[in-house]
């Protein structure tokens, strides 16, 4: 189920819905990419907690607003603790419920500027996020890389919610429907 906030600002009432992206939703996702980058010689992402944390708060701003946007970028590389070398970001906004993360996948491939960034050299970590705002899904692909021999390991993404309880992995419409309302921008 989705967790209802209501957000007061200025003179201004705000009715927002948030969905976090179910763990196996992200791992489901992760696999899509990993997939991808394998089939062009590219090293394998892992999962990391910074990035996670850094794409849903975009993914929620982005949500409060309503607005697809890159707003913020340099403060989400700056702030969320990753010693990245590297940087990729793709968002998108969807009209689907529950979203389909192979959908989405696909439809950032299909999308040259977002295959560039899912297809970027260097990128050693990738995080995911999800908002709601009405009928609407937020959503954040946040791409990091470390410098050859970081000692960095990752950190694994906090309070991930059950399947049950999030996204799920089967969507509603097909994917000529869903790529006909999907928006996205690099």
Not at 43 to 65: C, F, M, V
Request: net charge positive; with cysteine.
């Amino acid at each position: 189920m989705y967790r209802c906030i209501f957000l007061l600002f200025s003179a201004f009432v705000f009715d927002y819905c948030s969905a976090t992206m179910s763990s196996a939703d992200a791992n489901k996702l992760l696999a899509l990419t990993n997939q991808h980058r394998a089939s062009i010689g590219l090293n394998a992402l892992q999962l990391d907690g910074k990035l996670t944390a850094a794409a849903e708060g975009h993914s929620i701003a982005q949500a409060q607003t309503k607005t697809m946007s890159h707003n913020g970028l340099d403060s989400r590389i700056a702030n969320c603790g990753f010693p990245g070398i590297v940087w990729a970001e793709n968002v998108g906004m969807s009209e689907n419920k529950p979203i389909n993360v192979a959908e989405m996948h696909k439809g950032w491939l299909n999308s040259p500027k977002h295959r560039a960034n899912i297809e970027k050299a260097g990128l050693t970590h990738v995080g995911f996020g999800l908002a709601a705002n009405g009928n609407f899904l937020y959503y954040t692909e946040f791409f990091g890389g470390v410098a050859s021999g970081s000692k960095y390991s990752g950190t694994k993404p906090q309070g991930r919610p059950s399947n049950s309880q999030r996204s799920s992995s089967t969507g509603r419409r097909s994917l000529s429907d869903q790529l006909a309302i999907n928006r996205f921008k690099r």
